[in-house]
């Protein structure tokens, strides 16, 4: 079972939109809508932004949104503020019986 | 408040052994299934380890099994990871998170493992 592809960087210029997307296969990603995503800053602990592909939990900002297509999920920050600079990954629950969690390899959001 | 707080990191030499611990507040510990998430140093994460409410169901990464244990104690709302055998590999934050088993909702702030001699 192989990491999720994510892009290795994504930048954008405050209050635009970036996306972030996160390629896996039919045996996690397209498989299920079981997509989640964290959002980690510097020396801190991964937190939890978008569960089951498009749920924020309690707390989380509207301008996070999730959505899937086929093997593809995607992370859209919109109105893009210099807080978000963080790492983001993905997270898919798989059919394996051996490995029930795929992460993906990350992203790192610059804001310009 | 939901709170997980890791201990029991540090320097180990290779072959050794180490037991991390996670001592879990504000939520019904008995409830949830628990899982263990590791970092290398400049990498992404990476599951570990998780254990059903229990403690009757355990699943590991094949790269520990054998070699991790992961245990709980939910009349004292802990959580554990016993590692033995600790290569190189293994150095890394160990985070402790609530798994809702579609996802982590909660993490703790993280325990680092240095193996190295």
């Known amino acids: 079972q192989s990491a999720l592809t994510q892009p290795a960087s994504v930048s954008g210029s405050p209050g635009q939109s970036i996306t972030i997307s996160c390629t896996g296969t039919s045996s996690d990603v397209g498989g299920y809508n079981y997509v989640s995503w964290y959002q980690q800053h510097p020396g801190r602990a991964p937190k939890l932004m978008i569960y089951?592909?498009?749920n924020r939990p309690s707390g989380v900002s509207n301008r996070f949104s999730g959505s899937k297509s086929g093997n593809t999920a995607s992370l859209t920050i919109s109105g893009l503020q210099a807080e978000d600079e963080a790492d983001y990954y993905c997270s898919s629950y798989t059919s394996s019986s051996t490995l029930p969690y795929v992460f993906g390899t990350g992203t790192k959001v610059t804001v310009l | 408040e939901v709170q997980l707080v890791e201990s029991g990191g540090g320097l180990v030499q290779p072959g050794g052994s180490l037991r991390l611990s996670c001592a879990a507040s504000?939520?019904?510990?008995?409830?949830?299934?628990m899982s263990w998430v590791r970092q290398a140093p400049g990498k992404g994460l990476e599951w570990v380890a998780n254990i059903k409410q229990d403690g009757s169901e355990k699943y590991y990464v094949d790269s520990v099994k054998g070699r991790f244990t992961i245990s709980r104690d939910n009349a004292k709302n802990s959580l554990s990871l016993q590692m033995n055998s600790l290569g190189a590999e293994d150095t890394a934050v160990y985070y402790c998170?609530?798994?809702?088993?579609?996802?982590?909702?909660?993490w703790g702030q993280g325990t680092l493992v240095t193996v190295s001699s």
């Open positions: 998170t609530r798994d809702y088993f579609t996802y982590f909702g909660y």
């Open positions: 089951e592909v498009s």
């Open positions: 504000g939520f019904t510990f008995s409830s949830y299934w």
